[in-house]
């Protein structure tokens, strides 16, 4: 199968700091991706790099055998590439509703406040708060809403520019203990219903043992190991470098 995504020997330091010394790796589609690793191994620079908000030094990467190296953002978001980020950008002063209804108009490019609020585009926005489960939360102030909430509209937002391939950085970071799981089953869940591929970055071996289809192992700008999560969860070197830490 033709991988979705391919990053080939990818290349960055910043001063001293090689944060990707060589990373290579495909993403297929359909799958689930996670990238577990200490902090400042390089996982959200990889991220990064596959979105144009970084250049790599040396490397490509190829979205469905197309390069994309260093496109600005929004040519690759276009291209079906969507970000959610560890700290959700979202809109606070605003409703749910209404920072679903920005990121559709925003997909458009072209909008008015005074249409923002078209029957079509409410018609849509609902459609994918259903998706997350947050139908009953479309007139909740964000800043209000608790952290899993911000976590599901910040992918609900993503998903509204259809992409195929969505990059998490840290979906359940913040995220209560209590919420987490379900907060990843609805996230999942959105994701296979789109047909949507996507790589997450995570810190919870349990998130990763429940949700990825296969897992990349970063340390030091480098993958020390990749495989299925109750193979890769068990490998020594691992457990000594990642899980041990963190668990
Ligand atoms: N824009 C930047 N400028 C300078 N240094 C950077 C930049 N981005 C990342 N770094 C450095 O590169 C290394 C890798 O950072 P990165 O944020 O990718 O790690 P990470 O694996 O995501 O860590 P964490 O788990 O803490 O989020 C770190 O040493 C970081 O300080
Ligand atoms: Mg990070």
Redesign the pocket.
Known sequence: MRPLLEAQDLHIR??G????AGISLQVYPGEVLA?I????????????LCTGY?KPERGRVLLEGREITGLPPRVITRLGVARAF?IPQLFTEHTVEENLLLALAAREGFWRWTTLREERRRHEAKGFLALLGLEGLASTPVAEAPEGVRKLLDVAMALALKPRLLLL??PTSGVSAEEKLSVMDTLVRALKAQEVTAVF?E?DMEVVRRYADRVAV?TE?RIMAEGKPEEVLQDPQVLASVVGVEE
Request: glycine share 18%; no cysteine; aromatic share 12%.
């Open positions: 910043f001063g700091v090689v944060a990707a990238i690793g200490p902090n400042g191994a390089g996982k959200t620079t990889f991220l990064n970084l560890q950085d840290e970055v810190h970063w700008g």
